[in-house]
Antibody, heavy 120, light 107 residues
Framework: QVQLVESGGGVVQPGGSLRLSCAASGFTFSSYGMHWVRQAPGKGLEWVAFIRYDGSNKYYADSVKGRFTISRDNSKNTLYLQMNSLRAEDTAVYYC?????????????WGQGTMVTVSS | DIQMTQSPSSLSASVGDRVTITCQASQDISNYLNWYQQKPGKAPKLLIYDASNLETGVPSRFSGSGSGTDFTFTISSLQPEDIATYYCQQYDNPALTFGGGTKVEIK
């Protein structure tokens, strides 16, 4: 079935780094744009980053620009989020999400989420 | 960035009631507006895309309308399983933004 499975979350000190992965299955990964969305504890949803189906375009939220890097390996059906210079305010559940279609930026498939805690 | 103002932030209604949530964009976003449902501890689920299109498999009691800056999400007859937080999301701008959420509870 269509599925996204995140991994790589954990506890990291402020200023540290972490790389999240999102393994896709059940659909043609290389045909869809992919996103990362996060949710701080008890808070709402915040879009983090986007990568085009072929990796040619990337966009970031201002809050993570210059610190986070989104990438993908279509040969491995895997999406990544490299997070550097982490701050306490980056503490959140991180979800990867698939776009419904190239012309519709709606998230029709979500992973289960992976928790990132930035704390000393 | 485009700001999405969702209201109310919470509501309490009885089973069978009609429930309406509004979302206002800080600028014209045409129909580039989606609605999600999120239950506690779970990932969000897409319900409506492009303001009024029902996602496959979503019950017909859910609907959406609007264009430009003002949008409405409706549950025609609230069911116990609809208890959740609902979010709108715009994609007119590459910097995607969500509304603050509406928590729906049963009275």
């Amino acid at each position: 079935q269509v599925q996204l499975v995140e991994s790589g979350g954990g506890v990291v000190q402020p200023g540290g780094s972490l790389r999240l992965s999102c393994a896709a299955s059940g659909f043609t990964f290389s045909s869809y744009g992919m996103h990362w969305v996060r949710q701080a504890p008890g808070k709402g949803l915040e879009w983090v980053a986007f990568i085009r189906y072929d990796g040619s375009n990337k966009y970031y939220a201002d809050s993570v620009k210059g610190r986070f890097t989104i990438s993908r390996d279509n040969s491995k059906n895997t999406l990544y989020l490299q997070m550097n210079s982490l701050r306490a305010e980056d503490t959140a559940v991180y979800y990867c999400a698939k776009e419904l279609a190239v012309t519709v930026t709606a998230f029709d498939i979500w992973g289960q989420g992976t928790m990132v805690t930035v704390s000393s | 960035d485009i700001q999405m103002t969702q209201s109310p932030s919470s509501l309490s209604a009885s089973v069978g009631d009609r429930v309406t949530i509004t979302c206002q964009a800080s600028q014209d976003i045409s129909n580039y507006l989606n609605w999600y449902q999120q239950k506690p501890g779970k990932a969000p689920k897409l319900l409506i895309y492009d303001a009024s299109n029902l996602e496959t498999g979503v019950p017909s009691r859910f609907s959406g309308s609007g264009s430009g800056t003002d949008f409405t999400f409706t549950i025609s007859s609230l069911q116990p399983e609809d208890i959740a937080t609902y979010y709108c999301q715009q994609y007119d701008n590459p910097a995607l933004t969500f509304g603050g959420g509406t928590k729906v509870e049963i009275k």
